[in-house]
C-alpha cells in the first residue's frame, strides 16, 4: 500500500507564482500533499518574494531570479532537516510567495475630529484625509507578524490596521512639523512628509515600508476658519488698522443694505457688531463732506460724528476678541481703543 501511495504521489519539480489580480500581498502554493522534487525549479518574478517554512519555522528566503532547489540552494532547510551533501530525494516545505509591489492610493482619513494640541490656540480640533502608498520590504517578518499560515492575505485584510496607524501619528506630526494650526492648509505637502516621518517606523514593526504620503485636505474647526478670514483681510490691507476698518465696512455695506430693506435689525446689528457700524457712519460723514466741497459749497469742517456708548463698547470688546486671537497687537488695540474712547457722546 505504501509503494502504491509513492507511486501515484506527483512530484512538484516547478515553483512560481503567476499575480492574477491586485491586492494580494502574500499567497501559499498549493501542496495538496505532494513533495517538491529534490532539483526542481523555483521562479521569483520581480516585485516578488519567496519564503520556505519548515514545520512553522522560516527557512530560506529569495529574492527575484531562477533557483535549481538543492542543498546549495536550501543552506537553512538542509540544516534544519539534518540533510547530507548526497541528499537527492524529494522533500516537503511550505511555500509561500509575497509581492513586493507598492500598493498605491490606500485611503486614510479622520471619520471624527482628532484632537492636537497648538501653541496659539491650546487644544483644537480638525479633519484631515489623503492616500499613502506602501509595500512588503521584509517578508520574513511580515510572515511572522501578520499574514502567518493564511492560504492568501490581502490589502483589504490589512487596510483598518494601516488606517489606525495613519490617524494614530496625525498629532506627532503636526507637532514635528512646526507648522502652525493656521497654515497647516496652506502647508500640506511638510504636513504629509512629517506625517510619513512618524508614521514610518510603526509599518517597518511588521515588515512594510510606508512609500509615500498625501494630504489632500485640511480642515479648520468653524470658529478658526473665521479668524482665518480675518487674518486674511487683514494681510490683505498690509495690517494697518484703518484700513483693517474699511475693508469690514466695505464686507457689511451689502448687509446693510440687505437688511434694510427686510427690516433690518438682525443685520444691522451684526454690522455693527463687527465695527462696522461705527466705521460705516465715518465714511458717510466723510462722503458727505466731499460733496459738499465738491459743489463749491464753502463750508466749515464738519465735526465728528457722534457715536452712541453702546456702539463703542461692543466695539472695542469685538476688537479685544481679536487681540486675543492674535490678529491685532496691543499697540494696534490701544491705539483704536482710546481712539473709539474720544468719540463717547
Given at each position: 500500500?505504501?509503494?502504491?501511495?509513492?507511486?501515484?504521489?506527483?512530484?512538484?519539480?516547478?515553483?512560481?507564482?503567476?499575480?492574477?489580480?491586485?491586492?494580494?500581498?502574500?499567497?501559499?502554493?498549493?501542496?495538496?500533499?505532494?513533495?517538491?522534487?529534490?532539483?526542481?525549479?523555483?521562479?521569483?518574478?520581480?516585485?516578488?518574494?519567496?519564503?520556505?517554512?519548515?514545520?512553522?519555522?522560516?527557512?530560506?528566503?529569495?529574492?527575484?531570479?531562477?533557483?535549481?532547489?538543492?542543498?546549495?540552494?536550501?543552506?537553512?532547510?538542509?540544516?534544519?532537516?539534518?540533510?547530507?551533501?548526497?541528499?537527492?530525494?524529494?522533500?516537503?516545505?511550505?511555500?509561500?510567495?509575497?509581492?513586493?509591489?507598492?500598493?498605491?492610493?490606500?485611503?486614510?482619513?479622520?471619520?471624527?475630529?482628532?484632537?492636537?494640541?497648538?501653541?496659539?490656540?491650546?487644544?483644537?480640533?480638525?479633519?484631515?484625509?489623503?492616500?499613502?502608498?506602501?509595500?512588503?520590504?521584509?517578508?520574513?517578518?511580515?510572515?511572522?507578524?501578520?499574514?502567518?499560515?493564511?492560504?492568501?492575505?490581502?490589502?483589504?485584510?490589512?487596510?483598518?490596521?494601516?488606517?489606525?496607524?495613519?490617524?494614530?501619528?496625525?498629532?506627532?506630526?503636526?507637532?514635528?512639523?512646526?507648522?502652525?494650526?493656521?497654515?497647516?492648509?496652506?502647508?500640506?505637502?511638510?504636513?504629509?512628509?512629517?506625517?510619513?516621518?512618524?508614521?514610518?517606523?510603526?509599518?517597518?514593526?511588521?515588515?512594510?515600508?510606508?512609500?509615500?504620503?498625501?494630504?489632500?485636505?485640511?480642515s479648520l474647526p468653524e470658529e478658526l476658519q473665521k479668524v482665518l478670514d480675518q487674518k486674511i483681510g487683514m494681510g490683505m490691507v498690509g495690517g494697518d488698522m484703518g484700513k483693517f476698518m474699511q475693508y469690514q465696512t466695505a464686507q457689511a455695506i451689502p448687509k446693510f443694505a440687505e437688511g434694510g430693506g427686510q427690516g433690518g435689525g438682525g443685520i444691522a446689528g451684526d454690522a455693527m457688531g463687527l465695527g462696522a457700524g461705527v466705521a460705516?457712519?465715518?465714511?458717510?460723514?466723510?462722503?458727505?463732506?466731499?460733496?459738499?466741497?465738491?459743489?463749491?459749497?464753502?463750508?466749515?469742517?464738519?465735526?465728528?460724528?457722534?457715536?452712541?456708548?453702546?456702539?463703542?463698547?461692543?466695539?472695542?470688546?469685538?476688537?479685544?476678541?481679536?487681540?486675543?486671537?492674535?490678529?491685532?497687537?496691543?499697540?494696534?488695540?490701544?491705539?483704536?481703543?482710546?481712539?473709539?474712547?474720544?468719540?463717547?457722546?
Amino acid at each position: 500500500m505504501a509503494l502504491m501511495d509513492f507511486i501515484k504521489k506527483q512530484f512538484i519539480d516547478i515553483l512560481e507564482w503567476t499575480e492574477g489580480d491586485d491586492g494580494t500581498l502574500a499567497w501559499r502554493y498549493p501542496m495538496a500533499g505532494n513533495e517538491i522534487q529534490y532539483g526542481g525549479s523555483l521562479t521569483v518574478r520581480e516585485s516578488q518574494m519567496a519564503v520556505f517554512v519548515n514545520e512553522g519555522k522560516v527557512a530560506d528566503v529569495f529574492g527575484p531570479g531562477m533557483y535549481k532547489l538543492t542543498t546549495q540552494t536550501l543552506p537553512v532547510l538542509t540544516y534544519l532537516k539534518n540533510w547530507d551533501k548526497l541528499f537527492q530525494s524529494p522533500f516537503k516545505s511550505d511555500v509561500y510567495f509575497f509581492s513586493t509591489r507598492q500598493q498605491i492610493d490606500q485611503r486614510w482619513g479622520t471619520t471624527q475630529p482628532v484632537t492636537i494640541r497648538d501653541k496659539d490656540f491650546g487644544a483644537v480640533r480638525l479633519r484631515a484625509f489623503g492616500n499613502y502608498a506602501y509595500r512588503v520590504a521584509d517578508p520574513k517578518l511580515f510572515h511572522t507578524e501578520i499574514s502567518g499560515t493564511r492560504e492568501r492575505y490581502t490589502v483589504g485584510d490589512l487596510d483598518g490596521q494601516l488606517r489606525a496607524l495613519m490617524l494614530q501619528h496625525i498629532s506627532d506630526a503636526v507637532a514635528s512639523s512646526g507648522v502652525p494650526f493656521l497654515d497647516l492648509a496652506a502647508n500640506q505637502v511638510e504636513f504629509a512628509q512629517q506625517l510619513a516621518t512618524v508614521t514610518a517606523p510603526a509599518f517597518e514593526k511588521i515588515g512594510l515600508k510606508l512609500e509615500g504620503v498625501t494630504v489632500q485636505n485640511v480642515s479648520l474647526p468653524e470658529e478658526l476658519q473665521k479668524v482665518l478670514d480675518q487674518k486674511i483681510g487683514m494681510g490683505m490691507v498690509g495690517g494697518d488698522m484703518g484700513k483693517f476698518m474699511q475693508y469690514q465696512t466695505a464686507q457689511a455695506i451689502p448687509k446693510f443694505a440687505e437688511g434694510g430693506g427686510q427690516g433690518g435689525g438682525g443685520i444691522a446689528g451684526d454690522a455693527m457688531g463687527l465695527g462696522a457700524g461705527v466705521a460705516l457712519g465715518q465714511v458717510l460723514a466723510q462722503n458727505l463732506q466731499q460733496g459738499l466741497q465738491g459743489g463749491g459749497a464753502a463750508a466749515a469742517p464738519a465735526a465728528p460724528a457722534a457715536i452712541a456708548p453702546d456702539q463703542v463698547m461692543a466695539t472695542i470688546e469685538k476688537l479685544a476678541d481679536l487681540k486675543a486671537k492674535g490678529i491685532l497687537t496691543d499697540e494696534e488695540f490701544a491705539a483704536k481703543k482710546a481712539e473709539l474712547l474720544k468719540k463717547l457722546v
